[in-house]
């Protein structure tokens, strides 16, 4: 069974750097793609649906999605086994505080966060002015 496990979330101010993990087990398919969600402040009520999709990767990293709005400053990668997803968030502004969670599917999903198979748990990510 999948298991995700989110790390790294941080209070930090406006305009720093800040990097969330991953770990991911459970699994060595190579058609496990994992993702990157982010639930805003106010949304908890939507469930998975008021999460927004940030990035995603597949095992081997060569298919990469972004959240086009975010993209110029968010970053996902993966390590060497394919046992950690990171996501690197530089120059970070209040209006990316918020729940940051790890998804995974197995195949080609979308950025739909319903279709997700595995979630985790979450990291609080606060950005102050």
């Known amino acids: 069974q999948v298991q995700l496990v989110e790390s790294g979330g941080d209070s930090v101010q406006a305009g720093q750097s800040l990097t969330v993990s991953c770990e991911v087990s459970?699994?060595?398919?190579?058609?496990?793609?994992v993702g990157w969600f982010r639930q805003a402040p106010g949304k908890e009520r939507e469930g998975v649906a008021g999460?927004?999709?940030?990035?995603?990767?597949?095992?081997?990293?060569?298919?990469?999605f972004y959240n086009k709005a975010l993209q110029d400053r968010f970053k996902i990668a993966r390590n060497s086994s394919n046992n950690m997803v990171f996501l690197h968030m530089n120059d970070l502004k209040p209006e990316d505080s918020g729940i940051y969670y790890c998804?995974?599917?197995?195949?080609?999903?979308?950025?739909?966060?319903?279709?997700?198979?595995?979630w985790g748990q979450g990291t609080q990510v606060t950005v102050h002015s």
């Open positions: 999460r927004e999709g940030v990035a995603g990767i597949n095992s081997a990293g060569g298919y990469i």
């Open positions: 459970g699994s060595t398919d190579r058609n496990l793609f």
């Open positions: 998804a995974a599917y197995f195949g080609f999903p979308s950025g739909t966060p319903g279709m997700w198979t595995y």
